[in-house]
């Protein structure tokens, strides 16, 4: 792509490129969810009911696993998978230290310690012989969190958790739909933790999440402990917390939930087409994809290692009207909230070099070719000093 004809100030119609666009994709479902919306009004069954249990068996069907617990977020649902594979208050629980802070914070919270191992630099997925070498005597647990839409190693994890005997739980917040080497998210480990966060591949409008899980046995305790540890009204088996999924919430999913595998289609489309435009550009490098991976691209991350800092190729965007998110800025072990954990600078080091350069493109589905064209180009313009 020439930089010699461009412009050197941005006409004053172009059109806004976000990094998602809800209004877009209320206009594709259509009158349905305003109708979903309605019928659970005036059905009365705010909470739980039928549209959470329809919800629970196609979720869990489209991830080929047996059970579905709807939850009141992402965040609980990790919480409760943990409690429910059986990780106690004080056990230790690995984890990456590049993902969003609910991550290794959920593990906090429910009163065991995050044990932190670093990422692979090339896709800043948790790195399952590190995760190894973090084990200790203490460990009942590994997190791995499928990053960006991209799943971590899963048969890996899955070896490392039996040789070790070791609870597993997937962190698929950014995965609705993803696979690697033919198993998706949600097979191999104990149980699996969604959020459906607006913004998420498969989102809901407000807050919502789901554990799926092969085992009897796990999702028999997650129904329990969504509801104060409560098998039957007023008997508490064990303590638990009120993190129900809302009928309305469940019934905006379920108009949705039909729709998810032609937009996460749509968004390997744009995926592609920026790949295929990034080619050769030593200073805009995505992350990479492993082989027998179907990637849902909840975000399409590239590395800027250009003379120009990452910040400041993304102010230099702004006037472009192209909004490009930081996932993150900064990794979880420099948090203020991880300084009981005992982590500090340099500890991390993939995570620290990944939180000063990743970018996340827009690539939602509702995206045109020329946005994405539009953005490949002025990203790079602004990555070599040219914009
Ligand atoms: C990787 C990851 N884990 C956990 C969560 C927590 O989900 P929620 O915001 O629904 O509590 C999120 C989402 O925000 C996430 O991206």
Redesign the pocket.
């Known amino acids: 792509m020439s930089t010699t004809t461009r412009p050197a100030t941005p006409p004053a119609d172009l059109k806004p490129i976000a990094p998602v666009d809800l209004a877009a994709e209320r206009a594709a479902v259509g009158p349905a969810l305003e109708e979903a919306v309605l019928r659970v009004l005036r059905s009365g069954q705010y909470i739980l009911g039928p549209e959470v249990e329809r919800l629970e068996k196609d979720f869990a069907a489209l991830h080929g696993v047996a059970h579905g617990i709807g939850v009141?977020?992402?965040?609980?649902?990790?919480v409760i998978a943990l409690r429910s594979a059986c990780v106690q208050p004080g056990d230790h629980v690995v984890t990456s230290p590049f993902?969003?802070?609910?991550?290794a914070?959920?593990i906090a919270w429910m009163g065991a310690k995050p044990v932190l191992a670093d990422v692979e630099l090339d896709t800043a997925l948790l790195d399952p012989k590190k995760a190894e070498a973090a084990i200790d005597s203490k460990t009942t647990g590994i997190l791995p969190?499928?990053?960006y839409g991209q799943m971590a190693d899963m048969k890996a994890f899955r070896a490392l958790a039996d040789k070790k005997k070791l609870a597993l739980v997937e962190?698929?917040?950014?995965s609705h739909g993803a696979s690697r080497d033919g198993v998706s998210c949600g097979q191999l480990g104990d149980a699996c933790?969604?959020?459906?966060?607006p913004?998420?591949n498969l989102g809901a409008c407000g807050?919502?999440?789901m554990i799926l899980t092969k085992s009897e046995h796990v999702a028999a305790r997650a129904r329990r402990v969504r509801e104060h540890g409560s098998p039957v009204r007023y008997t508490h088996a064990e303590l638990g917390t009120n993190s129900r999924l809302q009928g309305i919430q469940a019934a905006v999913l379920n108009v949705k939930l039909p729709f998810l595998a032609a937009w996460n289609e749509r968004r390997r489309a744009i995926a592609a087409r920026y790949d295929a435009a990034f080619k050769g550009c030593a200073e805009v490098v995505p992350l990479a994809r492993r082989p027998n991976t179907v990637h849902v691209y909840?975000q399409y991350t590239v590395r800027l290692r250009g003379p120009v800092g990452r910040d400041a190729v993304i102010e230099a965007l702004k006037p472009w009207k192209i909004a490009v998110a930081v996932?993150y800025p900064s990794p979880v072990h420099l948090q203020e909230a991880a300084r009981p954990w005992g982590y500090g600078p340099g500890d991390f080091p993939n995570a620290e070099t990944l939180a000063r350069e990743v970018a996340c493109l827009p690539v939602h589905p509702f995206l045109s070719d020329a946005d994405v064209d539009r953005v490949a180009e002025r990203l790079m313009a602004a990555a070599r000093g040219n914009s």
């Open positions: 009141a977020n992402g965040t609980d649902a990790i993902t969003f802070f609910a991550s914070g959920a969190v499928h990053l962190d698929a917040a950014q933790a969604f959020s459906f966060y913004t998420k807050e919502g999440g909840h996932h």
